[in-house]
């Protein structure tokens, strides 16, 4: 009977509390993880954006330096606005 007992492995609280704090670890690692990832993913996305963004800036000055010159400011005058000069006579084309 006294070697049942020996043979028996009794509850180590010590072995819970190793097991416990592996599992918060496990747990705290993963959940950064995740946190990193979504972090790294809006980054790209800002990024992207503001590439996007510096092409506008760019198309837009350099629309900016055209207005600065009279040819230019005549071409969107006469195409867009539909305006002539005195004296000219305007071309409507049928539809």
Do not use: H
Request: proline share 3%; charged share 30%; net charge positive.
């Amino acid at each position: 009977m006294a070697q049942k007992r020996r043979n028996v492995k009794r509850f180590s609280w010590f072995r819970l509390c190793i097991v416990i704090m592996v599992g918060y670890f496990c747990y705290v690692f993963i959940v950064q993880q995740a946190e990193m990832y979504k972090i790294r993913r809006e980054t790209e996305a800002v990024n992207a954006r503001l590439v996007e963004a510096a092409d506008v800036n760019d198309n837009l000055n350099a629309e900016k330096e055209k207005l600065s010159t009279a040819a230019y400011i005549e071409k969107v005058a006469r195409e867009q606005l539909g305006l002539v000069k005195p004296g000219e006579v305007p071309y409507i084309p049928s539809r």
